[in-house]
């Protein structure tokens, strides 16, 4: 069942989130116990922690969000865009 939720998880992230999954890794690692997702890794911003966490509570299966996120700011690239 944590392997459905974690699946479940990614594929909710990378819908909205998609700009932390580039390439072989990612920027936010999921971690699923006993149906409770905990987020970890670095986002540039509040906001995209926030909808991290709410797109995990609403995969189906799961208990429980521990937001470990953290808020690094934009980059350089980023701020010049």
């Known amino acids: 069942m944590d392997m459905d939720v974690r699946a479940g998880a990614r594929a909710a992230l990378q819908r909205h989130l998609s700009?932390?999954?580039?390439?072989?890794?990612?920027?936010?690692?999921?971690?699923?116990?006993?149906?409770?997702?905990?987020?970890?890794?670095?986002?540039?911003?509040?906001?995209?922690?926030?909808?991290?966490?709410m797109q995990c509570n609403s995969v189906p299966g799961a208990f429980k969000v521990v937001n470990l996120l953290k808020v690094t700011g934009p980059t350089q690239k980023e701020k010049k865009g």
Request: hydrophobic content about 45%.
């Open 19 to 53: 700009r932390y999954f580039w390439g072989s890794g990612s920027d936010i690692r999921i971690v699923v116990k006993n149906g409770n997702i905990i987020l970890l890794g670095a986002v540039a911003t509040k906001a995209d922690s926030d909808l991290a966490y």
